[in-house]
């Protein structure tokens, strides 16, 4: 096989992900979302801005880059084959039902 430049692409599957966030929280997301549109002039969901919100998060965290390249426990990523709609779920302690 001839070596190529690009590397094979990641996994581009999207995962949705449930989550349950104290009302506190919700009111900041949506607050988060109108000060986006005022600044931006373009108007995005909380769904929308969350994903981007939490990559940011994760890139500025030195802590958890340093973590992930020294700690030799971290769980292995499997990569599955796609068999319909598959369903993750992440709760925080607390909170009311529902999605956001």
Do not use: C, W
Not at 17 to 40: F, G, K, M, N, S
């Amino acid at each position: 096989m001839p070596e190529l430049k690009l590397a094979k692409l990641p996994d581009r599957v999207p995962v949705k992900l449930t989550i349950i966030v104290q009302p506190d929280l919700a009111q900041a997301l949506r607050e988060y979302a109108a000060v986006y549109r005022a600044t931006y002039g373009e108007a995005e969901s909380v769904e929308e801005l969350v994903p981007f919100m939490l990559a940011s998060f994760l890139e500025g965290d030195r802590g958890f880059a340093k973590a992930r390249k020294e700690v030799p426990e971290l769980p292995a990523v499997e990569h599955r084959p796609r068999r319909g709609r598959r369903k993750n779920s992440v709760r925080q302690a607390g909170g009311e039902s529902g999605e956001m």
